[in-house]
């Protein structure tokens, strides 16, 4: 099983920018697709970015999509989400995933979360408006 750490959230003015980071540990995660996703006060988790393994591919939101860019380093087993052009909208506790296997080819849809089996603790981010 992995583990997961996320770090690097916190309090941020509109049009600013966090690099949030998932660190793995456990069985090696470089063979797993990674995602992020964020659940805001009320509300459905919900998916935010995810990248294949050997970051052939990936895929965003469309609420994110332009600002925000996922990357890995596996010589790290570390996962990044920059963020950029922060709205009040992306507040929300931020979750780094590893997903149960791979996907086939390339992501042309959002992965459901049940296709991901271990969890961070989850990083709050704060963007005032």
């Known amino acids: 099983q992995v583990q997961l750490v996320e770090s690097g959230g916190g309090f941020v003015q509109a049009g600013g920018s966090l690099r949030l980071s998932c660190a793995a540990s456990g069985r090696t995660s470089s063979s797993k697709d990674m995602g992020w996703f964020r659940q805001a006060p009320g509300k459905e988790r919900e998916f935010v970015a995810v990248?294949?393994?050997?970051?052939?591919?990936?895929y965003y939101a469309d609420s994110v999509k332009g600002r925000f860019t996922i990357s890995r380093d596996d010589a790290k087993n570390t996962v990044y989400l920059q963020m950029n052009s922060l709205k009040s909208e992306d507040t929300a506790v931020y979750y780094c995933?590893?997903?149960?296997?791979?996907?086939?080819?390339?992501?042309?849809?959002?992965?459901?979360?049940?296709?991901?089996?271990?969890w961070g603790q989850g990083t709050q981010v704060t963007v005032s408006s």
């Open positions: 995933a590893a997903r149960r296997g791979y996907v086939v080819g390339r992501y042309y849809s959002p992965p459901s979360s049940t296709y991901f089996d271990a």
């Open positions: 990248i294949s393994r050997g970051s052939d591919s990936t």
